[in-house]
């Protein structure tokens, strides 16, 4: 039986849940974590606002308040996802499994949508999820197309590749459209080359899938845009969540998306 | 025949236009603009963020720069509206047509999504808009719904109205579900007390308009909580555009409706 969103959380802050969160709660939205000092917190979120695509913005905290208000009443950004990674001028200094003793008072929270949610409603209308059907992670690419900049953030497009037939393409394209707080509808289809992508088999993150005699490579915007800005930007501090171990809201999928 | 918008804001920039802007160059979104100094536009960021139905962002900025290079590539915020209000420490100080010689090195421009492109879109589906029929502005109220405050930032939502038949409410859900870059689905309909409206006849802003029998008040976020917010958070200087005078953007409505 499913745990709820509060259980999960409860068990990442008592140090007894330390799994990938995908399939974990279904129902409820995922999402990405992005902790950033107050001076940074301004050009983070006008990049964000620029480039709703690859960065949904679900919730952003009170400066020194770890708690989302608005998706998790009563959660802790510091103990209540299952892994965190604390990014130091740009670079992976450490991973850890919770950040109360590095949380500071000029610390914002950063809550972006992920693509949990639109694959759930495309499986939930029968529509296949290549990498989820071959167990792997999903493949990201960094495109040519360049975000919006924002002070020091900027970053390539990057997206997600799922493969499908030109009918599930339409379809998947109604489906995501009411999901623009889960990187909404696909931002291409078919050609990979025209959005710089030389080699679908290469992906630059996840593991490169199947794609089937008369199927269609569809790409998404993908929250690792996020994590590219960041490592450009090289803030003095930076925290997210590790990939896969995401912070589990309270909001139901069908509920915010829009 | 309709002016493009780039001839609208060169009007505005030569000051030969000086005309509310509803019903000009029907096609493309137009926006409620505000300009505060970086010091408060971190907050006033976050209170857009946090309160996308009343506040759906457009554009924002760079600091110190007043092209709103996404939405208007090439136009000028201190000139290319028709009209502008200049308020300092809360209270309405001036009303300007140019606001070239008080702009800052540290303003800020936000740019917000107006119910014109909705309206459009509902009277193209033959559904009436009671307040255009009848030649009024539309009627505004307070509701007793609180925003999600951001630093000194808070209001209470603020809603309009629009008397519509039952058939053409569910019609006007499915399709302002499409505009939530303005205002999207309605937040409230039937019962204005539950809301915390006493009189429908008595509107906090704008003009009442006729419900007539058997027809169902329809409530819709709108931009003016934003105004509220500014008044209340007190800002050393903020502008904005002048109720009616609003910025023409190069976005047609339905592009930018996710």
Same mark, same amino acid.
């Given at each position: ?35 950033? $000092?107050?001076?940074? /917190?301004?050009? =983070? ?8 695509? %690859?960065?949904?913005?679900? *919730? @952003? ?84 197309? $360049?975000?919006?900049? /924002?002070?020091? =953030? ?8 799922? %493969?499908?037939?030109?009918? *599930? @393409? ?89």
């Amino acid at each position: 039986m499913d745990l709820s969103p509060a259980e999960v959380r409860l068990q990442c802050r008592q140090g007894t849940f330390n799994f990938p969160t995908p399939g974990i709660v279904s129902g409820f939205l995922q999402a990405n974590l992005v902790i950033l $000092p107050k001076k940074m /917190a301004f050009d =983070f979120l006008v990049f964000c606002t620029l480039n709703p695509k %690859p960065c949904p913005l679900l *919730d @952003v905290t009170k400066v020194g308040n770890p708690e989302p208000e608005i998706v998790a009443t009563g959660a802790d950004l510091r103990t209540d996802l299952p892994r965190y990674h604390i990014f130091r001028n740009g670079e992976l200094h450490e991973v850890v499994t919770e950040i109360t003793d590095i949380w500071r008072d000029d610390f914002v929270g950063f809550l972006i949508g992920c693509s949990f949610s639109f694959e759930a409603a495309l499986m939930n209308a029968g529509i296949p999820i290549r990498h989820i059907e071959e167990g792997k992670n999903v493949p990201m690419y960094k495109t040519n197309i $360049p975000c919006n900049t /924002a002070g020091k =953030f900027s970053a390539p497009l990057v997206v997600s590749m799922r %493969p499908l037939s030109p009918s *599930d @393409v339409i379809r998947a394209v109604e489906i995501t459209s009411h999901f623009s707080k889960a990187h909404g509808t696909p931002i291409h289809f078919g050609n990979a080359a025209e959005i710089g992508i030389a080699n679908l088999d290469a992906p630059d993150f996840g593991e490169a899938v199947t794609v089937a005699e008369g199927e269609i490579p569809v790409f998404w915007a993908c929250g690792v845009t996020t994590q590219i800005a960041i490592l450009q930007a090289k803030p003095e501090i930076a925290i997210t969540h590790a990939p896969g171990y995401m912070f589990v809201t309270d909001v139901k999928d069908e509920y915010f998306c829009r």
